[in-house]
């Protein structure tokens, strides 16, 4: 089943801050700096959304046109991802979410426990038919037929259903996944419902990516 694992997220109070430069008449001071954006995490531990900061990044993040929302692509998200097949090559769209590192069919294909990685929804004939090649490759002789050997793994790397599942380190940031958040929250693959999911509970997610949208699942 589709998840998402081990979230990391980073420059959240930093961004807030920096998105009241465009007022600014002087650049701000390092102690400044330092002690706004300490001062927007405390809130944020407390659940304080009335920091004045906070409430500008929210109006600012809902605001129409103009691109007032630009701050949001300093809220970096790192996680772990697994998506079938099917939804990667949808998620390969989007510019900003950007692979890190990613288990790899192309070297473990002959290995995986293919019925255990696929999505409830794959059809089984296509499952037992992926494991059948898979037997198939082991049982050849790759020393007496290495080009049968290497024919046998590519059928197999090539016939992985729709439903396989793989897991995938990723980073983006806010604003990608308000696009996301925007494009498949209605989306018909299940996939992305658990992504949406995710994205609204991810911290001021209701102040910076879901309100202006008016989408309901």
């Known amino acids: 089943m589709a998840k998402i694992e081990h979230v990391q997220i980073y420059g959240l109070a930093e961004s807030i801050f920096r998105s009241g430069y465009p007022l ?3 650049a701000p001071t390092e102690e400044e700096f330092l002690q706004e954006v300490a001062e927007i995490g405390t809130a944020l531990e407390a659940g304080d959304k009335e920091n004045i900061h906070i409430k500008r990044a929210g109006k600012l993040a809902n605001a129409k046109g103009g691109g007032h ?7 970096i998200v790192n996680f772990d991802m697994t998506l079938t097949n099917k939804a990667w090559v949808e ?3 989007y510019r900003f979410l950007t692979f890190i590192s990613s288990m790899s069919t192309m070297h473990r294909v002959a290995f995986f426990k293919i019925r255990e990685c696929c999505s409830p929804h794959t059809s089984q004939d296509a499952i037992a038919a992926a494991e059948a ?18 024919e046998a ?6 016939s992985l259903p729709a439903g396989f ?5 990723m980073t983006t940031n806010y604003r990608c996944l308000r696009n996301i ?4 929250r209605r989306h018909k693959l299940p996939d992305w419902h658990v992504v949406c999911d995710w994205i609204e509970g991810l911290p001021l997610a209701e102040e910076l990516i879901v ?4 989408i309901g699942r």
């Open 24 to 26: 600014r008449k002087a």
């Open 69 to 75: 929302d630009q701050f949001l692509s300093g809220i």
């Open 91 to 93: 998620a390969e769209r």
């Open 133 to 150: 090649m898979q037997q198939a490759y082991h049982d050849i002789d790759g020393t007496t037929q290495p080009e049968r050997k290497k």
């Open 153 to 158: 793994y590519l059928e197999l790397l090539m």
């Open 165 to 169: 599942e793989i897991m995938a380190g």
């Open 181 to 184: 958040y925007e494009q498949r």
């Open 211 to 214: 309100p202006a949208l008016g």
